[in-house]
């Protein structure tokens, strides 16, 4: 069984950006594609970004150009890198692999307010 332990949500304003960290206990996190996902209330959740164990990224539409994804292997964390954040960014944000698997973390909020 793996644990995502997600870190670095918290309220900022319009422009504004953060960091988002989650520290992986798998134990292939090396050769694991990984990815950032978001669950607004009333909403499914959906994928952000993702990065493949090489290293290849890929984003929603709507946050290209803001987010950067990045992984470390070594510590066994996946990155999120948020920047000129908008409103409609505002959600508890997740991370887990690609495939997903059935191991979620608690989530870290992110709110976007002036």
């Known amino acids: 069984q793996v644990q995502f332990v997600e870190s670095g949500g918290g309220l900022v304003q319009p422009g504004g950006s953060l960091r988002l960290s989650c520290v992986s206990s798998g134990s292939i996190f090396s050769i694991t594609h990984m990815g950032w996902y978001r669950q607004t209330p009333g909403r499914q959740r959906e994928v952000v970004a993702t990065?493949?164990?090489?290293?290849?990224?890929s984003y929603r539409d709507s946050v290209k150009g803001r987010f950067t994804i990045s992984r470390d292997n070594a510590e066994k964390t996946v990155n999120l890198l948020m920047n000129n954040l908008k409103p409609e960014d505002t959600a508890v944000y997740y991370c887990?692999?690609?495939?997903?698997?059935?191991?979620w973390g608690q989530g870290t909020q992110v709110t976007v307010s002036s």
């Open positions: 990065i493949t164990s090489g290293g290849s990224t």
């Open positions: 887990n692999s690609l495939p997903i698997s059935p191991y």
